[in-house]
């Protein structure tokens, strides 16, 4: 099945440890996404990459790391720099193959708890 | 992108049809108004999109005003498992840029049995 993953679903991460998540996806599409959600909030942008080798930031990038050395994978690295990590974090993806950029597939998400 | 205005949140019964209201009095010409949900814990899901016309796929019907300064959202059926927080979303469409999605807080609908 053609789709987007993310992996682990949940985290637990101590204090002052750098920890990566996960993204997969087999969908062909050209640009990648990372969203922070905090409960009862939308969606904020961490990094977004339209194209292998290639990311920017959003409007959160402070703390967060990622890259794009492939096409199918985009993954996220929260960092001790990172004040508050504890959230909910979603992968997305989009292309052409998906009628327009603006139609983003998302991944089931990662739940992330700093103990 | 322009500003949206939603419902914090509505109830709906089973089987009936949810409305689900949208504003956006400032839309310029070349923005769609995008329709996602999310079920509590998951990731987001695309529904529908249009530009002026109303539009209707296996999911939802989307009614844009004349002025194209608000939209409804229509479920037919809708069933325990709508039950979602459900984002609308104005942006220009733009094939050829990858761009972020603003959501904002949606609306809660709770399907009631």
């Known amino acids: 099945d053609g789709g987007i993953t993310q992996s682990p679903k949940y985290l637990f991460r101590k204090e002052g440890q750098n920890v990566t998540l996960s993204c997969e996806q087999n969908?062909?599409?050209?640009?990648m996404y990372w969203y922070r959600q905090d409960p009862g909030q939308g969606l904020r942008l961490i990094y977004y990459s339209q194209i292998v080798n290639d990311f920017q930031k959003g409007d959160i990038a402070e703390g967060y790391s990622v890259s794009r050395e492939k096409k199918e994978s985009f993954p996220l690295t929260v960092t001790s720099a990172q004040k508050n990590p504890t959230a909910f974090y979603l992968c997305?993806?989009?292309?052409?193959?998906?009628?327009?950029?603006?139609?983003?597939?998302f991944g089931p998400g990662t739940r992330l708890t700093v103990l | 992108d322009a500003k949206t205005t939603q419902p914090t949140s509505m109830d709906c019964a089973e089987g009936r049809a949810a409305n689900l209201p949208c504003n956006h009095s400032?839309?310029?010409?070349?923005?769609?108004v995008y329709w996602y949900r999310q079920i509590h814990s998951q990731g987001p899901q695309y529904i529908i999109h249009?530009?002026?016309n109303n539009e209707t796929n296996e999911m939802a019907s989307l009614i844009i005003t004349e002025d194209r300064k608000s939209s409804t959202l229509i479920l037919p059926h809708a069933t325990l498992r709508d039950t979602a927080v459900y984002y609308c979303i104005v942006r220009v469409g733009m094939a050829g840029s990858a761009r972020q999605l603003t959501f904002g807080s949606g609306t809660q609908l709770t399907v009631l049995p």
């Open positions: 249009g530009l002026k």
């Open positions: 969908l062909n599409h050209d640009a």
């Open positions: 400032t839309i310029s010409g070349n923005e769609y």
């Open positions: 997305a993806s989009s292309g052409p193959t998906s009628g327009s950029y603006n139609e983003q597939f």
